[in-house]
């Protein structure tokens, strides 16, 4: 057994951040400054977008990209009833009203024909989550939206890396939100990015993310004098530190190495597990590039010998930590109270909620540690 716990999603940080933190804090410039903006403009490059804006993290992203695109009272957005409680969260906190769609039962990503159900003359927006970095199909949401003049929002939390015929995750709707949370592909701790083609969203979302202080207040104290800013709107504390771009500028040029890494464990995932009766994740479709985020296994009795609360107690056991992304959405009280939903009208979320464990798969993992997990998920479902 391993001698050490292996802990699910730690991140990799090498010493090129490091460096560049301990700069910033000898310059003593610690908020937003020169390298969030450096920062912007790599990942905008990354994604092929004109307009990438830093926030604080990817759920204030999805906040402000609603208040930009005008969702409020009234409105509805339909959102997947499998993914994290954020993506809920965003849409309630900008006053309009979440309306769940079911998942596909084999990507886990929102069902365009359930979505096509759900539609009502108040909707106004579909929020798609490439769920564990696997392409939602955009082509027939971007078509529903198009007939129903609805907004696109991309939860792209998994999905940095993925593509669709060469176009990047987060440019196909109006805005996509990254995450660099510290399980997420690339990290700063915290933080999260706003990807949009249009300039005037990315302005609204820069604005509110400061106070709805008019444009580049951070600069007000700079070398070039003060000056006096107006506050145009009333806006939120959403800005990103120097010290997180710091990290960040350089994990998104190594962005490459660790997808390269993960598509390798991943591989050795999918030939180890072939013959264990679990659910593996469902192959990768053609023309699209899988961000490879959350390598997944479905636990479902009878088939296995053991429900999922077991094996995750069992890999625990073995020194070995694990996820569950995530348990349904309509499961959760506050949700449950709030809008009445019934978990037994979302079928597939339910049951992937209640199977689903992802394994460790980050570029940190060594061959020793894959070997670890390989041996002990084997043990534990042989019995
Ligand atoms: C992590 C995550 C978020 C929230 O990201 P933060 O940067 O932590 O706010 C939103 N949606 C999904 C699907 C996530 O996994």
Redesign the pocket.
């Known amino acids: 057994m391993r001698s050490h716990y292996l802990v699910f999603g730690k991140p990799l940080v090498e010493d090129e951040e490091i460096e560049e933190v301990a700069a910033s804090m000898r310059a003593a410039w610690l908020g937003t400054g020169p390298k969030v903006t450096e920062f912007e403009r790599l990942v905008g490059e990354h994604s092929g977008v004109p307009h990438a804006v830093a926030v604080s ?3 204030a992203g999805l906040h402000l990209s609603c208040l930009a695109l005008g969702l409020g009272p009234g409105d509805e957005v339909i959102a997947p009833a499998l ?2 409680c ?2 809920i969260n965003a849409i309630i906190h900008a006053g309009a009203t979440p309306v769940l769609a079911d998942v596909r039962r084999d990507t886990q990503n929102i069902d365009p024909d359930d979505v096509r159900r759900k539609l009502s003359p108040r909707t106004k927006a579909i929020m798609p ?1 490439h769920f564990a970095g696997r392409m939602c199909e955009m082509g027939a949401l971007t078509q529903i939206a198009r007939e129903h003049e609805l907004k696109i929002i991309e ?1 792209c ?2 999905a940095i890396e993925a593509e669709h015929h060469g176009q990047k995750a987060g440019t196909f709707g109006d805005c996509g939100v990254l ?1 660099f ?1 510290s399980t ?1 592909n690339i990290v700063t701790g ?1 933080g ?1 990015m706003v990807l949009t083609r249009d300039p005037a969203i990315a302005e609204r979302v820069k604005v509110l993310a400061l106070h709805g202080m008019s444009h580049d207040a951070w600069k007000r104290f700079s070398g070039d004098g003060y000056k006096h800013y107006d506050v145009v709107e009333v806006g939120f504390k959403y800005n990103m530190m120097d010290l997180q771009a710091a990290i960040g500028m350089h994990q998104i040029g190594r962005v490459e190495r660790y997808w390269q890494r993960r598509v390798a464990i991943w591989k050795r995932y999918d030939a180890a597990f072939a013959d264990l009766s679990v659910t593996l994740p469902s192959p990768i479709s053609p023309n699209s590039r899988h961000a490879l985020h959350l390598y997944t296994l479905l636990i479902e009795q009878p088939r296995a010998p053991i429900d999922r609360d077991t094996f995750i107690a069992e890999l625990h056991r073995r020194n070995i930590g694990t996820g569950v992304h995530y348990r349904a959405i309509p499961v959760h009280s506050a949700y449950k109270e709030r809008f009445g939903w019934d978990v037994r009208d979302y079928p597939n979320a339910y049951a992937i909620g209640q199977a689903t464990v992802s394994l460790p798969l980050s570029p940190r993992l060594s061959d020793e540690d894959v070997d670890d997990v390989i041996a002990a998920v084997r043990e534990v479902l042989q019995r």
């Open positions: 993290s990817c759920t993914t994290f954020a993506t989550v939860d939390a998994h995450s949370y997420k915290e999260g």
